[in-house]
Nanobody
Framework: EVQLQASGGGLVQAGGSLRLSCVTSGFPFDDYAIAWFRQAPGKEREIVSSITWREGRTYYTESVKGRFTVSRDSAKNLVYLQMRSPKPEDTALYYC?????????????????WGQGTQVTVSS
């Protein structure tokens, strides 16, 4: 059974830093893509970043480029999202999700595995 569990959210001041973690387990395939999504109140869920497990290829949405870094620790089955210089507009519920490859990430409806969210609140 595939399991994803996100953690590390909290209250952070704008310009500070925060690191989210997603522990993964149970994948039935040896390569997959892990993504971070977020959803703010009244807005649609959007992809923030992703990383492929085997090659470590990364993707960032334009609004977080240069501020957020996604990485993985294969030995610990962990994926991280390091948030630097967060802004109030980054406030959202953050989710980690997984799919057999990154092409699935183009449409939320195609993503088979989701973890629970972790709330990030950025104060100004």
């Amino acid at each position: 059974e595939v399991q994803l569990q996100a953690s590390g959210g909290g209250l952070v001041q704008a310009g500070g830093s925060l690191r989210l973690s997603c522990v993964t387990s149970g994948f039935p395939f040896d390569d997959y893509a892990i993504a971070w999504f977020r959803q703010a109140p009244g807005k649609e869920r959007e992809i923030v970043s992703s990383i492929t497990w085997r090659e470590g290829r990364t993707y960032y949405t334009e609004s977080v480029k240069g501020r957020f870094t996604v990485s993985r620790d294969s030995a610990k089955n962990l994926v991280y999202l390091q948030m630097r210089s967060p802004k109030p507009e980054d406030t959202a519920l953050y989710y980690c999700a997984a799919a057999p490859d990154s092409s699935y990430l183009r449409d939320n409806r195609n993503i088979p595995y989701w973890g629970q969210g972790t709330q990030v609140t950025v104060s100004s």
